[in-house]
C-alpha cells in the first residue's frame, strides 16, 4: 500500500471547499496522484518522467 508522506493540492482547486481537483505526493521514486474528493479510494503512481510528460500533455491541449 503506498503511503506517501505529504499530499499537495493544485493551486487551481474549485470554489466551495477547494475539493474538485488532484493532489500529488512525492514518494521514492515514484509520484502519486489521488482525487482531492475520494482520498481513501485507489492512487496512481507514475514515474517522475512519467508524470512529466503527462503534465506536459495536459498543458498543451487544445
Do not use: Y
Not at 482547486?13 to 481513501?40: F, L, M, N, Y
Request: some cysteine; charged content about 20%.
Amino acid at each position: 500500500m503506498l503511503t506517501p508522506g505529504v499530499w499537495r493540492k493544485s493551486s487551481f482547486s474549485g470554489g466551495g471547499q477547494g475539493d474538485a481537483c488532484v493532489e500529488v505526493a512525492h514518494r521514492h521514486t515514484r509520484i502519486a496522484i489521488r482525487d482531492s474528493k475520494a482520498p481513501t479510494r485507489a492512487t496512481l503512481t507514475l514515474p517522475p518522467t512519467t508524470f512529466a510528460s503527462f503534465i506536459n500533455a495536459l498543458k498543451h491541449q487544445s
